[in-house]
């Protein structure tokens, strides 16, 4: 079983309807994180999270929400989709007790905004 | 600002040896990632640098300037599988990732 799942992983939506991206991890991180990759820019971050309580906003999260509902559950929200939100979405999770803080990624949710 | 810089694409031949540069600007270092991206799949951890020097693993290895913001990762034994993108990614002041574009390496037979 993958360590970091995401649903959808595909996904076709209109402008103006609300989406939510989920993500589930078993690897027992404390920290998760989400990102956008559009083609030719490098990762984006939206949120992360380094606790149940603890919710922080990156680089890009205008039009982003998100909810940790428990240590394993991350999930993101838009509330009003629009085309440019068209992307692939990763999560990810890290070890904050680790020596490196590598990143751990989910397979990826394609979402496209008509 | 913070700046990370790699080359677009890059093409190499099967059986051949390939580096991938890559520069970087950010506000505190702790660290350099490389990460491998197949097409449509997730990104998956190569290496990390956090002292200069080289770090070798298997075919692949990773180098680091600190004093240059310079690190490059060098790929030997080319095998068609290793047509991805390449990702470096710093690991800025407050411990978080400052991702490149990637560098799209093609392998040719």
């Known amino acids: 079983d993958a360590d970091v799942t995401q649903t959808p992983r595909n996904r076709i939506t209109k402008t103006g309807k609300r989406i939510m991206l989920e993500c589930s991890q078993t690897k027992g991180h404390d920290r998760m994180y989400w990102y956008r990759q559009d083609p030719g820019l490098g990762l984006r971050l939206i949120y992360y999270?380094?606790?149940?309580?603890?919710?922080n906003k990156g680089e890009i999260s205008d039009g982003y929400s998100v909810s940790r509902q428990a240590q394993a559950k991350f999930s993101l929200s838009l509330e009003s989709a629009i085309p440019n939100q068209t992307a692939l979405y990763f999560c990810?999770?890290?070890?904050?007790?680790?020596?490196?803080?590598?990143?751990?990624f989910g397979p990826g949710t394609r979402l496209t905004v008509t | 600002g913070q700046n990370i810089d790699q080359p677009t694409e890059m093409t190499a031949t099967e059986g051949a040896i390939v580096q991938i540069n890559c520069t970087y600007q950010t506000s505190g270092f702790n660290g350099l990632f490389w990460y491998q991206q197949h097409a449509g799949e997730a990104p998956t951890f190569l290496s990390y640098n956090v002292l200069d020097g080289l770090e070798e693993k298997g075919r692949f290895s990773s180098f680091l300037s600190r004093s240059k913001g310079y690190s490059y990762l060098l790929l030997k034994e080319l095998q068609m599988k290793d047509s991805a993108s390449y990702l470096c990614?710093?690991?800025?002041?407050?411990?978080?990732?400052?991702w490149g574009a990637g560098t799209k390496l093609i392998i040719k037979p």
């Open positions: 999270s380094f606790d149940v309580k603890d919710i």
């Open positions: 990614a710093v690991k800025d002041s407050n411990y978080q990732l400052i």
């Open positions: 990810a999770t890290s070890d904050g007790q680790g020596e490196t803080y590598e990143q751990y």
